[in-house]
C-alpha cells in the first residue's frame, strides 16, 4: 500500500472515525483504525464493537492494500505533522512509514483480516433530512438524555416518525426535551432509541449545510450515511416512556417572557445556587409569579440573590421551586427571543414552549422548596 494525501483531509477522516475507537478492551485490533485503498480512494474505518464509523477521501493511491494501524499513535503524529502532503506506505515488513517533509516514522501494524466487518444493516424504514436540520435537532435534545445507567433506555434519545413528523424526545427523569419538525417526504411510522454517545458523535460529523443525510432504522441497528461518512450503531432495548402523557395539557399560571432576559437572570442566581462552599448541597432557585412580573430568587450560607423580570402573565400567582440547572439547558438551546412557559401548581412541572411553530417542548419537574 502507498498513498499520498493532504493532511487537511486525512485529519478531517481521523477525526471522525476515532470516536468509535474502543479505549477499553482485551482485544488491540479494535484500537486500531482499519485503513483500505480503493482505486483513487481511502477509507478509514473504526468499530468498538457497538458503534462503528467509516470515512471515505480522495488522496492520490500508488498502490493498493490495507492494514490497521494504532489509533491513538496514527492520529497524534498526523496532527503534528506540517499542513502539507503526507506520505503513507506500508513496506514489505508491514510497518507503516509515514513520511512528510523532515519526519519519518515507522508503526506497527496489524492483521486487517482480524478487523470485525461492521454490521450488514437490512433497512427497514429511513428518512432524510439535511444535516443542519438535524445538527440543531440533536443540540437541542441531547442535553436532558440520561447518564444513569440504571435505566439504560433513557441513555438514549427517542428519534419517532408519526403522520410525516420526526419527533426526537430525550428524558432523564427530572426533565424532558422535545423537538419536532416535519418531513418532506412520505415515511412509515417507526420508532428507535439510538444511544446519546452515538448521537454526540453523529453531531461532531455533522455539517451547517443543506446536503441531505439518510437515516436508516432496522431491527436492532441504525445507519447514518452522508456524502463520505456511515456512522453504524446499535439500538437501545426497552420499552421508552409513553412521553405524551406525562407532558401536561393544561395550565393554571402562564407568562411570555423575552428568552434571552430570562437567561441571563438564572445565569446570574446560579452563581449563588452552585455555590462552591456548599458543593454537597444543591439548592433551588424559588420563581414566584404575580400579576405582570417573575420574581426569581435563592437564598443558601453563602449569600441571596433575587431578580425580577415583566412579562405578560395569565391565570393564577404562583411560587415553585427548580433546579436552575434545567432551566438553563433548556434556554440555551431556543433561538427565539420569546417564550411561552406554561405552570400547573407548585408540585406539577413547568413546560417551556415555542410561541409561533409548536416545534419544540421542554418540561422541568419542580423541587419542593423548604419552609421558611
Same mark, same amino acid.
Given at each position: 500500500?502507498?498513498?499520498?494525501?493532504?493532511?487537511?483531509?486525512?485529519?478531517?477522516?481521523?477525526?471522525?472515525?476515532?470516536?468509535?475507537?474502543?479505549?477499553?478492551?482485551?482485544?488491540?485490533?479494535?484500537?486500531?483504525?482499519?485503513?483500505?485503498?480503493?482505486?483513487?480512494?481511502?477509507?478509514?474505518? /473504526?468499530?468498538?464493537?457497538?458503534?462503528?464509523?467509516?470515512?471515505?477521501?480522495?488522496?492520490?493511491?500508488?498502490?493498493?492494500?490495507?492494514?490497521?494501524?494504532?489509533?491513538?499513535?496514527?492520529?497524534?503524529?498526523?496532527?503534528?505533522?506540517?499542513?502539507?502532503?503526507?506520505?503513507?506506505?506500508?513496506?514489505?515488513?508491514?510497518?507503516?512509514?509515514?513520511?512528510?517533509?523532515?519526519?519519518?516514522?515507522?508503526?506497527?501494524?496489524?492483521?486487517?483480516?482480524?478487523?470485525?466487518?461492521?454490521? @450488514?444493516?437490512?433497512?427497514?424504514?429511513?428518512?432524510?433530512?439535511?444535516?443542519?436540520?438535524?445538527?440543531?435537532?440533536?443540540?437541542?435534545?441531547?442535553?436532558?438524555? %440520561?447518564?444513569?445507567? &440504571?435505566?439504560?433506555?433513557?441513555?438514549?434519545?427517542?428519534?419517532? =416518525?408519526?403522520?410525516?413528523?420526526?419527533?426526537? $424526545?430525550?428524558?432523564?427523569?427530572?426533565?424532558?426535551?422535545?423537538?419536532?419538525?416535519?418531513?418532506?417526504?412520505?415515511? #412509515?411510522?417507526?420508532?428507535?432509541?439510538?444511544?446519546?454517545?452515538?448521537?454526540?458523535?453523529?453531531?461532531?460529523?455533522?455539517?451547517?449545510?443543506?446536503?441531505?443525510?439518510?437515516?436508516?432504522?432496522?431491527?436492532?441497528?441504525?445507519?447514518?450515511?452522508?456524502?463520505?461518512?456511515?456512522? $453504524? =450503531?446499535?439500538?437501545?432495548?426497552?420499552?421508552?416512556?409513553?412521553?405524551?402523557?406525562?407532558?401536561?395539557?393544561?395550565?393554571?399560571?402562564?407568562?411570555?417572557?423575552?428568552? #434571552?432576559?430570562?437567561?441571563?437572570?438564572?445565569?446570574?442566581? %446560579?452563581?449563588? %445556587?452552585? /455555590?462552591?462552599?456548599?458543593?454537597?448541597?444543591?439548592?433551588? $432557585?424559588?420563581?414566584?409569579?404575580?400579576?405582570?412580573?417573575?420574581?426569581?430568587?435563592? =437564598?443558601?450560607?453563602?449569600?441571596?440573590?433575587?431578580?425580577?423580570?415583566?412579562?405578560?402573565?395569565?391565570?393564577?400567582?404562583?411560587?415553585?421551586?427548580?433546579?436552575? @440547572?434545567?432551566?438553563?439547558?433548556?434556554?440555551?438551546?431556543?433561538?427565539?427571543?420569546?417564550?411561552?412557559?406554561?405552570?400547573? &401548581?407548585?408540585? &406539577?412541572?413547568?413546560?417551556?414552549?415555542?410561541?409561533?411553530?409548536?416545534?419544540?417542548?421542554?418540561?422541568?419537574?419542580?423541587?419542593?422548596?423548604?419552609?421558611?
Amino acid at each position: 500500500m502507498k498513498i499520498v494525501c493532504y493532511k487537511d483531509k486525512m485529519i478531517k477522516a481521523i477525526n471522525s472515525v476515532v470516536k468509535a475507537v474502543a479505549t477499553k478492551t482485551t482485544k488491540p485490533i479494535l484500537e486500531g483504525i482499519l485503513i483500505q485503498t480503493n482505486d483513487n480512494e481511502i477509507k478509514l474505518t /473504526s468499530y468498538d464493537l457497538e458503534l462503528g464509523i467509516e470515512y471515505v477521501i480522495e488522496c492520490d493511491v500508488k498502490e493498493q492494500g490495507s492494514t490497521v494501524v494504532n489509533a491513538i499513535m496514527f492520529s497524534e503524529i498526523i496532527r503534528k505533522l506540517p499542513d502539507t502532503e503526507i506520505y503513507i506506505t506500508l513496506n514489505d515488513k508491514n510497518l507503516l512509514e509515514i513520511e512528510c517533509e523532515g519526519s519519518h516514522y515507522k508503526l506497527a501494524t496489524m492483521n486487517p483480516e482480524e478487523f470485525p466487518e461492521l454490521p @450488514k444493516i437490512e433497512i427497514e424504514n429511513s428518512i432524510t433530512l439535511d444535516q443542519t436540520t438535524l445538527k440543531n435537532m440533536i443540540r437541542e435534545t441531547i442535553f436532558a438524555v %440520561s447518564t444513569e445507567e &440504571s435505566r439504560p433506555i433513557f441513555t438514549g434519545c427517542l428519534f419517532e =416518525t408519526e403522520n410525516n413528523k420526526l419527533n426526537l $424526545v430525550a428524558i432523564d427523569g427530572f426533565r424532558l426535551a422535545l423537538r419536532s419538525i416535519y418531513l418532506n417526504q412520505k415515511t #412509515n411510522d417507526f420508532k428507535a432509541v439510538i444511544p446519546g454517545k452515538t448521537l454526540n458523535e453523529v453531531n461532531k460529523i455533522l455539517l451547517d449545510s443543506f446536503e441531505p443525510i439518510k437515516i436508516g432504522i432496522a431491527k436492532n441497528q441504525a445507519l447514518f450515511e452522508m456524502d463520505n461518512c456511515k456512522v $453504524v =450503531t446499535r439500538l437501545l432495548d426497552g420499552e421508552f416512556l409513553n412521553y405524551k402523557n406525562v407532558i401536561p395539557n393544561n395550565w393554571e399560571t402562564k407568562i411570555k417572557v423575552n428568552k #434571552n432576559n430570562l437567561q441571563n437572570c438564572f445565569e446570574r442566581i %446560579s452563581l449563588i %445556587s452552585s /455555590s462552591s462552599l456548599e458543593k454537597e448541597k444543591k439548592y433551588p $432557585v424559588k420563581l414566584e409569579v404575580d400579576i405582570g412580573k417573575v420574581t426569581i430568587s435563592c =437564598t443558601n450560607q453563602t449569600g441571596d440573590a433575587k431578580e425580577e423580570i415583566f412579562t405578560e402573565t395569565e391565570g393564577k400567582n404562583l411560587e415553585a421551586g427548580f433546579n436552575p @440547572k434545567y432551566f438553563l439547558d433548556s434556554l440555551k438551546v431556543i433561538d427565539d427571543e420569546e417564550v411561552n412557559i406554561e405552570f400547573g &401548581s407548585s408540585i &406539577s412541572p413547568c413546560l417551556i414552549k415555542s410561541i409561533e411553530n409548536n416545534d419544540y417542548v421542554y418540561m422541568i419537574l419542580p423541587i419542593r422548596l423548604r419552609e421558611e
